[in-house]
T-cell receptor
Framework: GAGVSQSPSNKVTEKGKDVELRCDPISGHTALYWYRQRLGQGLEFLIYFQGNSAPDKSGLPSDRFSAERTGESVSTLTIQRTQQEDSAVYLC???????????????FGAGSRLTVL | GENVEQHPSTLSVQEGDSAVIKCTYSDSASNYFPWYKQELGKRPQLIIDIRSNVGEKKDQRIAVTLNKTAKHFSLHITETQPEDSAVYFCAASKPTGNQFYFGTGTSLTVIP
């Protein structure tokens, strides 16, 4: 597609329920990132996928958070047993890994706003 | 890892004045430094970037400078306009791993 697509754009859920957030990166982008942004705060790194390499999960805040990506396509971020502190905008971004030249432009999706009641 | 610090956290300027936001990084291996603008309720969008093989890059009213020796880079906005009001994030990235490390953001307000 023309840009990074995320769904749903808004999700309201009850504490304790599981949620799935989806990201469809730009076609051909080998790298995919998930960030969390709480209201008025910065970008908190969650997880990074690069091609078929093992993902960098170092930013996941707890074992309630997990993410998957099949090849170089769609990624799903799952939050189990949601808590109120999980309320935030979850941003997905993708880039084309330029190899020896290093990182390339990171393009963000519009985000999924999660509200946990 | 890499640590990116960004200052100031908030900045108010009069319309027409210049604004400067500064970032420092810790890892000399970082070689790509983008700046993102995030308007209220919108996604971050790339406004300018610089690689470590150049010291300055300009795009109309926006410029970025890089000092590799001191490990800092700055965003300069001249002739500021109200529509420049937003949160600006700097970032650093290394060629290995392709990870992006973001600063904590600067909220810029341009007063008409």
């Amino acid at each position: 597609g023309a840009g990074v697509s995320q769904s749903p754009s808004n999700k309201v859920t009850e504490k304790g329920k599981d949620v799935e957030l989806r990201c469809d990166p730009i076609s051909g982008h080998t790298a995919l990132y998930w960030y969390r942004q709480r209201l008025g705060q910065g970008l908190e790194f969650l997880i990074y996928f690069q091609g078929n390499s093992a993902p960098d999960k170092s930013g996941l805040p707890s074992d309630r958070f997990s993410a998957e990506r099949t090849g170089e396509s769609v990624s799903t971020l799952t939050i189990q047993r949601t808590q109120q502190e999980d309320s935030a905008v979850y941003l997905c971004a993708s880039s084309f890994s330029g190899g020896i030249s290093g990182a390339n432009v990171l393009t963000f999706g519009a985000g999924s706003r999660l509200t946990v009641l | 890892g890499e640590n990116v610090e960004q200052h100031p956290s908030t900045l108010s300027v009069q319309e027409g004045d210049s604004a400067v936001i500064k970032c420092t990084y810790s890892d000399s291996a970082s070689n790509y430094f983008p700046w993102y603008k995030q308007e209220l309720g919108k996604r971050p969008q790339l406004i300018i970037d610089i690689r470590s093989n150049v010291g300055e890059k300009k795009d109309q009213r926006i410029a970025v400078t890089l000092n590799k020796t001191a490990k800092h880079f700055s965003l300069h906005i001249t002739e500021t306009q109200p529509e420049d009001s937003a949160v600006y994030f700097c970032a650093a990235s290394k060629p290995t791993g392709n990870q992006f490390y973001f600063g904590t953001g600067t909220s810029l307000t341009v007063i008409p």
